[in-house]
């Protein structure tokens, strides 16, 4: 028994020194290579959400009537793109057909030449797409419609493929914090475009937009494709103790010749909870991120340089929510309070039950400081549920998890699909009645989705993933990692550099 306390009281003084250095390091991030990835990432979702917002603001200003000179010498207010609801809605709709088409694929292809590479070619493509959305508006509907389509199925790539980038680069029990710093960067990014698009087309025109976001997005491609490798192993520049530490707690990755067992995938209930919640939460999201603009304009008859300024604010809550809310899953975790599959289940139910509560409130609102507020509120809360359903693919297949996130996100992008037509027939005179009905469909949503991830929800370790991998065995909270040779990665000593 004297043995046994003398092991556990070694154990935790470990613990807490590399926690100290940890903290002691922090300032110093660029010296551990995971989080120079996860800020890389992390700016590039700021541009993947960037380059997808700019129309939902953009369009407010190709729509409205402008000072307009006829042949007869008279002037007259005509709009620039004189488009009906339901053009709009098919326009703003049109990069979710293309996006769809991507997420398997990329999440395989990432499996099989690594997630960096394919994530930079991604968001590459789609800036470079962007700079000629201008001149193809201009030339005819049908091509715009086309270039956006196009561009979805580059930026589809984008969400399956980062899962490959942390199956090889995020320690267990970092999951949480290192997905969410990255998944953040979409919300910030929406939190930037929204009012520096309202200024863009105040101040340049609309088509200014298009080409300030194309050239940042080729700027940052650039910077990701020299620094970022496919794996800890690839890279120069990392320590021995980093590179130590990662190997030893992320858990397996995909064996060159493996296979995915897509029938054990496909028939879990632990997937179809991640499928069901990414759904529900996209579906609210992408409500709010293509009509928020034009529903500030019709109910509270705000303008163009306005809308987008208002719009942002919920989107600054996600960002804010998002990162502390990845924190606190991870401290829970390290801390033993509770089980990673409830700490999965409290932080998406939670999340989903709030929004449901909030949307119905924003919906009566009689102000626009209450709309807002219950929207913030609403929004914000959704970086619990992504510190759930988001990493939860990682938790049950870290070697299958970029095509995991190609399934549920192939599901969850059919909400932009539907969304957007589905809001533009209903919301046909513009009136706060019938943008309540697109707010009730969203709550309505959000509850459905937190009822079936609670009941199915595990982020256990999957047998289809353990019989898959047989070289291996591993503690699923990351507290203990044995590999073949029966070396355990607690009695590591890691340097101030891990």
């Known amino acids: 028994m004297r043995r046994k306390g003398k092991i556990a009281g070694s154990s935790s003084a470990v613990r807490v020194g590399e926690q100290t250095k940890d903290h002691e390091m922090t300032w110093r991030f660029w010296r551990r290579r995971r989080l120079v990835v996860a800020l890389l990432a992390f ?33 007259a207010m005509i709009p620039e793109f004189d488009w009906s609801t339901q053009t709009k809605g098919l326009v703003l709709s049109s990069f979710f057909y293309g996006y769809l088409v991507t997420q398997l694929p990329g999440g395989w292809l990432a499996a099989k030449i ?25 030339t005819s509907t049908a091509l715009l419609i086309a270039v956006r389509v196009i561009e979805g199925f580059f930026e589809g790539v984008t969400y399956p493929c980062i ?18 710093l990255a998944f953040s960067g979409s919300y910030a990014g929406t939190v930037v475009a929204m009012p520096l698009c309202s200024l863009l087309a105040h101040y340049t025109g609309w088509p200014g937009i ?41 858990g397996t990755t995909l064996t060159d010749g493996a296979k ?28 709010l991120l293509t009509f928020l ?16 300024w208002l719009s942002a604010i919920p989107y600054l809550a996600m960002a804010a929510t998002l990162q502390g809310a990845g924190h606190l899953a991870d401290c829970l975790l390290r801390r033993g309070l509770l089980s990673r599959t409830n700490i999965r289940k409290l932080f998406n139910c939670g999340a989903f039950l709030s929004q449901t509560v909030f949307m119905i409130a924003a919906a009566y609102s009689t102000s ?49 699909i539907v969304s957007p037509p589905l809001a ?44 898959d991998q047989s070289d291996a065995s591993f503690d699923t909270d990351g507290a203990s990692v044995t590999t073949a040779g029966g070396y355990d990665n607690r009695a590591t000593d890691h340097n101030s550099e891990m």
């Open 43 to 75: 700016f590039g979702f700021f541009n993947v959400y960037a380059l997808r917002v700019n129309l939902s603001v953009a369009v407010v200003a190709m729509t409205e009537p402008v000072e307009t000179k006829l042949e007869n010498g008279t002037i």
């Open 114 to 138: 690594g997630g960096n590479r394919v994530f930079a070619i991604g968001i590459g493509t789609t800036s470079l797409l962007t700079l000629f959305t201008p001149p193809l508006a201009h």
């Open 163 to 180: 899962h490959a980038v942390w199956a090889r680069w995020a320690p267990g029990e970092e999951r949480a914090r290192l997905a969410t």
């Open 210 to 250: 298009f080409y300030v976001f194309g050239i940042l997005g080729l700027i940052w491609t650039t910077v990701w494709w020299i620094v970022v490798k496919e794996s800890p192993e690839k890279d120069p520049r990392i320590s021995a103790a980093e590179l130590k530490y990662i190997q030893e707690t992320r």
């Open 260 to 287: 995915h067992p897509w029938k054990a995938m496909l028939t879990s209930g632990p997937v179809w909870a991640i499928v069901v919640a990414h759904f529900s939460e996209n579906w609210g999201f992408y409500t």
């Open 293 to 308: 603009p034009t529903f500030m304009k019709d109910v509270y008859k705000f303008e163009t340089s306005a809308t987008g």
């Open 368 to 416: 626009v400081v209450g709309c807002v507020v219950c929207l913030t509120i609403a929004v914000g809360l959704g970086g619990f549920a992504w510190s759930g359903f988001s990493v939860n693919h990682l938790d049950i297949a870290p070697p299958h998890a970029s095509v995991l996130m190609g399934v549920s996100n192939t599901f969850a992008t059919l909400p932009g």
């Open 424 to 467: 533009g027939s209903i919301v046909l005179d513009k009136t706060a009645e019938q943008w309540r009905v697109v707010f009730f469909i969203s709550s309505a949503i959000y509850l459905f989705g937190a009822v079936v991830y609670y009941i199915f929800c595990s982020a256990e370790l999957q047998p289809w993933v353990l019989h």
